[in-house]
């Protein structure tokens, strides 16, 4: 399953961002930040304590079972009369979820979290960051293993000379990607691959802000 990755923000963040706001609803979400344990109910309920704690009064919370689905609206007229009491909602989503609350709500919307990347599951409580959607991908040439994303200094064209026994000089504990590139080559017989030379990077593949149309004719059915 591929979710959305967050910590939390600081106290002293948060309250400097709420700042002159009194009055807060704070709103968690029941997917992704649930299973991170950063916005799900216990740590809404912590947050409201923390809030009332530093002088804020918490006209009340809600979790939104997905905070990014445009349905959300419904979920949060339920608590219509807790929000109208707010100066500020506290969205304890990733920002995907603040932003589309946002679009739903007169009053502003503060993020609890900072949103890290995008990830797959590999166990419980295990995620790892699988593309960082550079735009660019050289998957290709790399035997569907992704440098850019799992080599520490992103390089596309072979390893640096820190690998020491297949593990990264930068973290001991994890495999060199590149290492596990040229083992995945090796056994495909494509070892060529790796001469292949990588140009510099295009940062600027990405449109922004992102946004694409693909014309019906073109959709694949
Ligand atoms: S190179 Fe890596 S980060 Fe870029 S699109 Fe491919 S998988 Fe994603
Ligand atoms: S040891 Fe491997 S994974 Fe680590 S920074 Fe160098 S090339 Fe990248």
Redesign the pocket.
């Known amino acids: 399953m591929i979710r959305s990755i967050t910590k939390q923000k600081g106290t002293e963040e948060i309250v400097a961002l709420l700042e002159g706001i009194e009055r807060v609803f704070i709103v968690g979400c029941g997917t992704c930040v649930t299973m991170c344990r950063t916005g799900g109910a216990p740590e809404v309920e912590e947050m409201s304590q923390r809030l009332t704690g530093v002088g804020k009064f918490i006209t009340g919370t809600m979790m939104i079972p997905v905070a990014c689905d445009e349905i959300s609206h419904e979920a949060l007229s339920e608590h219509d009369e807790a929000i109208n009491q707010a100066e500020a909602a506290l969205i304890m989503t990733c920002a995907f979820g603040v932003q589309t609350i946002g679009r739903q709500l007169q009053i502003p919307v503060i993020p609890a979290l900072d949103t890290l990347f995008i990830a797959k599951e590999r166990g419980v409580g295990l995620f790892e960051e699988i593309c960082t959607q550079c735009g660019d991908c050289v998957l290709g040439d790399t035997g569907g293993l992704c440098?850019v994303t799992?080599?520490?200094?992103g390089?596309v064209n072979?390893?640096?000379?820190?690998?020491?026994n297949g593990?990264?000089?930068?973290?001991p504990d994890?495999?060199?990607?590149?290492?596990l590139i040229y083992d995945r080559l090796k056994a495909q017989g494509k070892l060529d691959r790796m001469r292949r030379y990588q140009p510099p990077r295009n940062n600027q593949v990405s449109p922004m802000p992102g946004k694409i149309f693909i014309p019906i004719e073109e959709r694949s059915e």
């Open positions: 440098p799992s080599c520490h200094k390089l072979g390893p640096c000379g820190g690998t020491n593990k990264c000089e930068i973290d994890k495999d060199c990607v590149w290492t």
